[in-house]
């Protein structure tokens, strides 16, 4: 399995993972892709961070590749995401924060995969990554769920009840989806968004909450014998 992975390699190496050249009826693996927004090397285990603050994460490291030299090709969520989903440069896909739409002739894996037989879905913790109601429009191509449903906040609001939504949701929303009981295989991406705009120890807090949602998926994923069948990839995005 895979931990971290450099945007512009992902969508080779998926594809050539869901289409062997040398195998062409080999079994297709469920592929789980898992964003980590503003999550700082230096606070992780298995990069020698001492907080203890990543078990999970450290766990799957230790089974799997890490890629210390990897660069996100640009530093905001939304063009970052979009370089892995499409496995082209800012250049070519032209995502931002004002909005620009997915082109219809960009490659886009769930595209590629929902046509090649797979269950698709999203589950984002962020209005930055909603394809409606944010700047991430027409992102929700090729999936049959992209679960984000986030609005601009009203007076009395807090962000967490508008345009931001904490990891151990996200996790409990994508748990309920792979519960469904239809075919597969499936892609499932999840995208965490809690250390983003937080500062000391409350980022602290932040990393170790979107630490433990990916281990409530990991624990989730073993109990129903899907964790061997899964290819895993977790991309981090930090300054």
Do not use: C
């Amino acid at each position: 399995m895979f931990r971290r992975l450099g945007p512009w390699l992902l969508l080779v190496i998926l594809v050539l993972l869901v289409f062997p050249v040398d195998s062409p009826a080999a079994t297709k693996p469920n592929i789980i892709l898992i964003t980590l927004d503003s999550t700082r090397a230096d606070r992780m285990g298995f990069l020698g961070a001492n907080a203890s603050l990543t078990p999970s994460l450290d766990g799957i490291a230790h089974q799997g590749i890490t890629f210390l030299q990897a660069y996100a090709q640009a530093p905001t969520t939304v063009v970052s995401n979009a370089t892995i989903l499409t496995g082209t440069y800012p250049q070519i896909h032209q995502a931002s924060e004002s909005g620009t739409s997915l082109a219809a002739a960009v490659p886009y894996l769930p595209d590629v995969l929902h046509a090649n037989g797979y269950r698709t879905a999203a589950f984002v913790g962020s209005i930055l990554l909603d394809p409606r109601n944010g700047p991430y429009q027409g992102y929700d191509r090729g999936f049959d769920v992209y679960d984000s449903g986030f609005h601009e906040a009203q007076r009395g609001e807090s962000r967490f009840q508008s345009v931001e939504r904490h990891g151990d949701q996200v996790a409990a929303r994508a748990i309920k989806w792979l519960t469904s009981d239809k075919p597969r295989p499936l892609f499932l991406w999840r995208h965490l968004h809690d250390p983003a705009a937080v500062t000391g120890v409350s980022y602290d807090h932040a990393v170790a909450s979107s630490d433990a949602a990916v281990g409530k998926l990991i624990s989730f994923l073993r109990a129903q014998s899907l964790y061997d069948d899964s290819l895993i990839v977790v991309a981090s995005f930090f300054v």
